[in-house]
């Protein structure tokens, strides 16, 4: 079993920070991906940026240049530093692990696609 809890969010005014923290738990080897997403209030959630073990990013063009991913493999953490936040940054932001190698009695697997329960950033003056 595959466990993320997400840390760090809460109430910021523009132009603040946040940095937002991703744990991952379980028997888990290794794990290829991990990123955050987003849900803002009546609409879908999006991706915000995601990270390879290996280092190498992605971010929605929304964020770019304001917001920083980074990982820790050997804690299995992934971390968001937010910066200039704007009114439009308020969602409900979800942590997400792909390609999780899960150590099992009967044999490794791979699990994909695990999410967190969510944590509330809410930018506003």
């Known amino acids: 079993q595959v466990q993320l809890v997400e840390s760090g969010g809460g109430l910021v005014q523009p132009g603040g920070s946040l940095r937002l923290s991703c744990a991952a738990s379980?028997?888990?080897?290794?794990?290829?991906?991990m990123g955050w997403y987003r849900q803002a209030p009546g609409k879908q959630r999006v991706l915000v940026s995601t990270?390879?073990?290996?280092?190498?990013?992605n971010y929605a063009d929304s964020v770019k240049g304001r917001f920083t991913i980074s990982r820790d493999n050997a804690k299995n953490t992934v971390y968001l530093q937010m910066n200039s936040l704007k009114p439009e940054d308020t969602a409900v932001y979800y942590c997400?692990?792909?390609?999780?190698?899960?150590?099992?009695?009967?044999?490794?697997?791979?699990?994909?696609?695990?999410w967190g329960k969510g944590t509330l950033v809410t930018v506003s003056s």
């Open positions: 997400n692990a792909d390609g999780v190698r899960v150590v099992a009695d009967l044999g490794d697997y791979y699990g994909m696609d695990y």
């Open positions: 379980g028997s888990i080897f290794s794990i290829y991906a």
């Open positions: 990270i390879t073990s290996a280092g190498s990013t």
